[in-house]
């Protein structure tokens, strides 16, 4: 029914009111990757494998805390969530035993959600199959189920797991995507989506386990598709959509030479095995292994390593108790041998590799298998299985759809599969800065360029200077959404993640209160989404634990606009709401409602005294620490909802200024103007001057949950219109404005009114 009305109109989103709505968004939350009961982030070892005892209720947070939670994102000019929740959530307990207490939970969190205005999308989210390959998704049966052993995963390296890891503490920076290159991933993922064609002697239950992984999976989705679609008050008016399982990846599938590793695989940190070596260590032999290091110019060859595992195979044995979890394994897939060796792979009696192109084509057809045949075939045969699923529930519901993460996209462009209700969902990193934790001020690099074959020398790919890396950024992005646009056909883009560490350069920023690293990078990555043209985006990421030590509890990663050892942006201290309601203990003159702005006193009214913020006696801290956490870079304007189409947008930081041009068939109705969310900690009553190319505008504090947000309305003509806001430039990492001729204060405002009628 579409309550809301959200509707996409080829690359656009639209409200009911068919304003163009630009996604404005944040994943949440970081935490929802382990369980709350006990509470078992990656550095925790204790209890890691009993997963008979664990409950995911309270993520991402408890009802209690997702009022204070979902109020400050809203308070910060998100409008969108995209929704963490993993398989490993719904189905811990064992093959069809849904945790309906979460699921309970959710539907909560939704309707919390639901109350404070956001759309929603669903993501089922995996890194490196599971927690326990050294990422978050699956439950730990579906190793078992594989044939696996992960409790043999640290002496065979056929994972690296943070939880398992000798010395927490020194786990390595950035070295869990490395798990991509190692056996435990590489095996899932290519039993996950193509087990009949390679594992076709591995059935479970009298299917092969292709079949029951994917069934398992897509059943609970669709079951908690399900049960949310019984609650009656979520879908269409809150939950828009629902994407596909985070960041696939091909396993195997495609590789085309397994004793070398092909020079596209950028990712290469510590011990980097060929397939074939990983096939080794995992059957317990000894292998010397390459080891590389990151460097400024990306990964290369820092040694050797031999890797010992003294006899200890990855591979489940031949004594294991498969009743425990219910199903029956086909006396044809035998315990204690490589699922591998099995099918003619290599013949472990003289550790000889046989068929090093075994997964270079199809084994029955001789069909040759590339990423993009892998993208194009049973990648998209699992979207389409995954999208009726959950369609069949939510009728209405978008799909987003997520390929292999800087892999060409799908080719759908015309087919059945170009429908209406399809979203090109696609995540981008600054690769140089998220593995370094380095902001290099002074070059960057055009990695995706790269992966196209756009330069005929890396070198040509690095940009030198300011601008010419914010520049490289935005191409980037524009580039991938105009291959998405080429690749699937007219459809919105959304970057569901998008981030940056924030414990740079051994985490000098907590040390000093220095986070101008931290706030370059931000603001460079904000800049290139304004500039990419896509529809919005959902940054990464949001976790309410996060602190100086663990970072976001996962891995290492600290990529959270706050953590609890950090101030937080203050509460805007200087409005009130249209009710009248003040806050804290600020003071102050405005304008009231009856003020009738005109061309002929508009700079006098533009020159109102400023607002200087005072932290409040409940956080003093705030005064004498540097540092918001970069908020000046994400707390930042955008266009909500525009009367016609947006033409361009975007913030200047370092101006403070903020400039927005659209297209409008007509002209907009009293009841229907366009949004804009203006951040007062930029744009302050009485210090922010606007200038228009026509009508009038206004701004409104909205009350959020008791506290104050501000939000301009434009009333404007048909045509092109064009919006210059400047506010004010503050010290950087400090809540005091910069010094000005003008000072003063303001004792309360309810809303600031300027009428303009430019001629």
Same mark, same amino acid.
């Given at each position: 029914m579409a ?5 996409i109109?080829?690359?656009?989103f639209?409200?009911a ?14 935490e929802s990757?382990f369980?709350r009961?006990?509470?078992?982030p990656?550095?925790?070892p ?7 005892n664990?409950?995911?209720v309270?993520r991402?947070?408890t ?5 204070i939670?979902?109020?400050r994102?809203?308070r910060?000019?998100y409008n969108v969530i995209r929704?963490i929740?993993?398989w490993?959530a ?12 979460y ?5 909560k969190?939704l ?5 404070y205005g956001?759309y929603?999308?669903?993501d089922?989210?995996?890194d490196v ?11 730990l049966? /579906?190793? &078992? ?6 409790e *043999? #995963? =640290?002496a065979n390296? !056929?994972?690296?797991v943070?939880n398992?890891w000798p010395?927490?503490?020194e786990?390595?920076?950035?070295l869990?995507? /490395?798990n &991509?290159?190692r056996l435990?991933a590489?095996? *899932? #993922? =290519?039993?996950?989506? !193509?087990?009949?064609d390679?594992?076709?002697n591995a059935?479970?239950?009298g ?5 029951y992984?994917t069934d398992?999976f ?5 079951h908690?598709?399900q ?6 008050d979520?879908?269409d008016d809150?939950?828009i ?7 696939p ?5 495609g590789w ?12 290469r ?8 070596q990983?096939?080794l260590?995992?059957a317990?032999?000894a292998?010397e292994i ?8 990306g990964a290369y ?5 031999f890797v010992d595992?003294?006899g ?10 498969d ?17 591998w060796?099995?099918?003619g792979?290599?013949d ?6 046989l ?7 199809v084994?029955?057809?001789?069909t ?12 998209m045969?699992h979207?389409r ?7 069949a ?7 987003l ?5 800087l ?7 015309g087919?059945?599969?170009d ?6 969902a ?6 140089l800065?998220?593995?370094?934790k380095?902001?290099n ?10 992966l196209r074959?756009r330069?005929?020398s890396p070198?040509?790919a690095?940009k ?6 914010r520049n490289?950024?935005r ?6 959404r105009?291959e ?5 056909g007219?459809?919105p883009t ?11 350069d051994d985490k000098?920023?907590y ?11 931000l603001?460079?990555?904000h800049?290139?989404l304004?500039g990419?043209?896509a529809q919005?985006y959902?940054?990464w ?6 602190n ?12 959270s ?7 937080l942006?203050?509460?805007s ?8 309601h003040g806050?804290g ?5 405005s304008l009231?409602d009856s003020t009738?702005?005109n061309?002929?006193?508009l700079k006098g009214?533009l ?12 956080q003093?801290?705030v005064?004498?620490n540097?540092?918001l956490r970069?908020?000046e870079?994400?707390v ?5 909802a ?14 403070v200024t903020?400039t ?5 068939e007509?002209?907009t ?9 203006l ?5 302050p009553?009485g210090k ?7 009508g009038r505008w ?8 008791g506290?104050p947000?501000?939000l301009?309305?434009?009333w404007?003509?048909?045509?092109e219109q064009?919006m210059t806001?400047?506010g004010?430039?503050?010290k950087?990492?400090?809540l005091?404005?910069?010094?000005d001729?003008d000072t ?8 600031t009114v300027q009428d303009c009628?430019?001629?």
């Amino acid at each position: 029914m579409a309550a809301r009305g959200l509707t996409i109109d080829g690359t656009k989103f639209r409200d009911a009111e068919g304003r163009e709505v630009t996604f404005r968004g944040i994943n949440v939350a970081g935490e929802s990757k382990f369980p709350r009961y006990p509470d078992q982030p990656s550095h925790q070892p204790n209890g890691f494998f009993d997963t008979e005892n664990i409950s995911f209720v309270g993520r991402p947070f408890t009802e209690e805390e997702a009022h204070i939670h979902l109020a400050r994102l809203k308070r910060w000019g998100y409008n969108v969530i995209r929704y963490i929740f993993t398989w490993e959530a719904l189905e811990h307990a064992g093959p069809g035993q849904y945790d309906e207490a979460y699921i309970d939970h959710t539907i909560k969190i939704l309707r919390i959600a639901k109350s404070y205005g956001f759309y929603v999308f669903m993501d089922p989210h995996q890194d490196v199959w599971s927690r326990f390959t050294g990422g978050s998704g699956a439950p730990l049966w /579906t190793l &078992y189920a594989c044939g696996l052993d992960p409790e *043999t #995963f =640290t002496a065979n390296q !056929a994972a690296f797991v943070h939880n398992t890891w000798p010395d927490p503490a020194e786990f390595p920076k950035m070295l869990w995507p /490395t798990n &991509y290159t190692r056996l435990a991933a590489q095996v *899932t #993922f =290519t039993l996950f989506y !193509a087990g009949r064609d390679f594992a076709p002697n591995a059935i479970i239950d009298g299917k092969n386990i292709q079949d029951y992984l994917t069934d398992h999976f897509i059943a609970a989705c669709a079951h908690l598709a399900q049960r949310i679609h019984e609650a009656g008050d979520l879908e269409d008016d809150c939950i828009i959509g629902w994407e596909t399982l985070n960041e696939p990846f091909r396993g195997l599938i495609g590789w085309e030479d397994l004793d070398a590793i092909p020079d596209a695989l950028k990712m290469r940190k510590g011990t980097c095995p060929t397939p074939w070596q990983a096939i080794l260590t995992g059957a317990g032999r000894a292998v010397e292994i390459d080891t590389y290091a990151f460097g400024t110019f990306g990964a290369y060859k820092s040694g050797r390593e031999f890797v010992d595992p003294g006899g200890v195979s990855a591979w489940l044995p031949s004594n294991f108790d498969d009743s425990k979890f219910g199903w029956k394994r086909d006396p044809g897939w035998k315990l204690g041998e490589c699922l591998w060796a099995q099918n003619g792979v290599w013949d472990p009696s003289e550790d000889l590799l046989l068929k090093k192109d075994y997964f270079a084509s199809v084994p029955k057809s001789g069909t040759k298998l590339d990423y993009e045949k892998f993208t194009n075939t049973y990648y998209m045969d699992h979207f389409r299985r995954y999208r009726d699923s959950i369609r069949a529930i939510h009728k209405d519901c978008m799909i987003l759809m997520q390929s292999a993460v800087l892999e060409v996209p799908p080719s759908i462009r015309g087919t059945p599969d170009d429908e209406k209700r399809l979203v090109f969902a696609t995540h981008y990193y600054d690769g140089l800065t998220l593995i370094q934790k380095h902001w290099n001020k002074f070059y960057n690099v055009d990695v995706f360029g790269i992966l196209r074959h756009r330069y005929s020398s890396p070198v040509f790919a690095v940009k030198v200077g300011s601008t010419a890396i914010r520049n490289c950024l935005r191409d980037q992005l524009k580039a991938i959404r105009d291959e998405g646009l080429e690749q699937l056909g007219e459809h919105p883009t959304v970057f569901t993640e998008i981030g940056i560490p924030f414990d740079m350069d051994d985490k000098y920023a907590y040390k000093s209160g220095d986070y101008s690293s931290q706030t370059a990078a931000l603001d460079a990555n904000h800049f290139a989404l304004e500039g990419s043209g896509a529809q919005g985006y959902t940054l990464w990421t949001y976790a309410s634990q996060n602190n100086h030590q663990w970072g976001d509890l996962w891995n290492g990663e600290d990529l959270s606009i706050v953590s609890v050892d950090d101030p937080l942006l203050p509460n805007s201290s200087s409005l009130t709401t249209s009710s009248g309601h003040g806050y804290g203990s600020y003071s102050g003159t405005s304008l009231s409602d009856s003020t009738t702005i005109n061309p002929s006193n508009l700079k006098g009214a533009l020159r109102s005294p400023e607002i200087r913020q005072k932290p409040s006696s409940a956080q003093p801290e705030v005064a004498s620490n540097q540092g918001l956490r970069a908020a000046e870079a994400f707390v930042r304007p955008s266009p909500i909802a525009t009367v016609g189409d947006v033409v361009s947008f975007g913030f200047d930081l370092a101006r403070v200024t903020f400039t927005f041009s659209l297209v409008s068939e007509s002209a907009t109705k009293e009841e229907v103007p366009t949004e804009i969310f203006l951040p007062e900690f930029h744009f302050p009553p009485g210090k922010t001057q606007v200038e228009v190319s026509g009508g009038r505008w206004r701004i409104d504090v909205v009350d959020i949950d008791g506290e104050p947000m501000q939000l301009m309305k434009w009333w404007h003509g048909a045509g092109e219109q064009n919006m210059t806001i400047k506010g004010v430039k503050r010290k950087p990492g400090a809540l005091d404005e910069e010094e000005d001729a003008d000072t003063g204060y303001l004792e309360s405002v309810r809303s600031t009114v300027q009428d303009c009628s430019v001629m």
